[in-house]
């Protein structure tokens, strides 16, 4: 009896195959086969056949030029576990395997696995090493268990490679392959850091939400969008000064990063091949473009104890672009933070203004991200409605 089954991944990183190798046998239908004396199969006998298993498929990937498999002793502990614990071991359905691999080890984002079983330990093993899989050079671990049920061996072997869960730590050591659990959706997914893009926007293949906005700062270091933002606030402006008129006083503070900071004109404002500055860079520099001198104002308005927001998104006159939302006493208002030359009141556009224009995609504060969660339309005209904007921590 051979079930070998093939999943590559989640994401489709590799085309997955089924192999047609299923050769349903009834258990103990040679009668001669019944007067054969199993061994005992015990942790002693399990070693040694997984070190003859592993010595047989080793020696068979170096004449292929492949790098020997080594044992993952986790999942060797789990594949015990799951032939231990199943009544009928020989029906193990290998899908089962796969989904509850990927529950507990949800790096394993290559997988394969084979069921035999057989009369002796001589067929076991030598059914097990005929597997077309065992020369895949994508696996790196093979874990492998025996049992005895009724008058047959059964064997359950997983190959295996795992791969680093994402963190902002991990992709500044080195690009490569990640996984990654959706927030939207929850599923788990690869994904591959391609380093030369120094603004992402991380997606999910299954749900195709975006779910996180990274960049590189001016020292070349990733950092999500939020932490561009570090607590800036502008050199002699408070909290809200309530003798003022709020929009005064964000006037103020506007005045302060327009006269400062020169806005630095690039080809395409907002690209993937863009740093990004944090709101102290921006201001000790002097200069930035469209999201560094958003991300400096916004800073600078939440220190003052405004509701403030970079947005991320298309402008129909600009493209791909970043600007500042901000909140006033239930009011929206957009503010092109590219304005250089003495912004007044009528720079403060309320939003349902500047709906048709200013497309927001991605929303950022200090704390959060945030992703569309309604239509375009729905939230083009409200930045701050949780209905309409999904927070992600
Ligand atoms: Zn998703």
């Given at each position: 009896m051979l079930k070998p089954i093939v999943m590559l991944g989640s994401a489709g990183i590799l085309v997955a195959s089924t192999l047609g190798l299923s050769v349903p046998g009834s258990l103990g239908s040679n009668p001669l086969m019944l007067l054969k004396q199993l061994p005992e199969v015990d942790a002693e006998f399990n070693q040694a056949f997984c070190g003859e298993f592993l010595g047989n498929t080793n020696a068979m990937r170096v004449g292929f030029a492949v790098d020997p498999l080594k044992s993952d002793p986790e999942i060797q502990e789990f594949v015990a576990n799951f032939l231990n614990g199943n009544?009928?071991?020989?029906?193990?359905?290998l899908n089962t395997v796969f989904d509850t691999l990927q529950e507990q080890?949800?790096?394993?984002?290559y997988l394969a696995a084979n069921l035999v079983s057989a009369v002796s330990r001589d067929e076991l093993l030598a059914q097990l090493t005929s597997?077309?899989?065992?020369?895949?050079?994508?696996?790196h671990d093979a874990s492998t268990s025996v049992i005895k049920s009724g008058r047959r061996l059964v064997a359950l072997s997983v190959l295996s490679r795992r791969i680093p869960e994402f963190t902002v730590e991990a992709a500044n050591q080195g690009g490569g392959r990640f996984f990654n659990r959706c927030p939207h959706c929850n599923s788990v997914h690869a994904l591959d850091l391609?380093?030369?893009?120094?603004t992402l926007i991380l997606s999910c293949p299954d749900c195709e939400r975006p779910y996180d906005v990274l960049a590189a700062d001016a020292k070349g270091m990733m950092r999500r969008?939020?932490?561009?933002?570090?607590?800036f606030q502008v050199p002699g402006v408070g909290l809200?000064?309530?003798?003022?008129?709020k929009k005064e006083n964000i006037l103020l503070i506007w005045k302060q990063v327009a006269d400062r900071?020169?806005?630095?004109?690039?080809?395409?404002?907002?690209?993937?091949s863009e740093v990004w500055k944090t709101s102290d860079d921006t201001w000790v520099q002097k200069q930035g473009d469209c999201e560094d001198t958003s991300i400096l104002l916004v800073d600078s308005l939440i220190s003052a104890g405004y509701e403030a927001r970079v947005a991320i998104g298309w402008n129909?006159?600009?493209?791909?672009h970043a600007w500042v939302v901000v909140k006033i006493d239930g009011e929206q208002y957009v503010i092109e933070?590219?304005?250089?030359?003495?912004?007044?009141?009528?720079?403060?556009?309320p939003v349902k203004d500047a709906s048709p224009f200013y497309r927001p995609e991605q929303l950022f504060d200090r704390q959060y991200l945030y992703f569309q969660n309604d239509s375009p339309d729905k939230v083009a005209m409200n930045y701050f409605a949780d209905s309409a904007w999904k927070r992600i921590n």
């Open positions: 009544e009928s071991p020989e029906t193990i359905e080890f949800p790096g394993a984002q597997w077309d899989e065992l020369a895949h050079p994508e696996f391609n380093r030369k893009s120094k969008a939020k932490d561009f933002l570090t607590g809200i000064d309530a003798s003022k008129d900071c020169t806005y630095e004109h690039d080809l395409s404002d907002f690209n993937e129909g006159n600009i493209g791909q933070s590219t304005i250089q030359d003495n912004p007044g009141l009528a720079d403060l556009v």
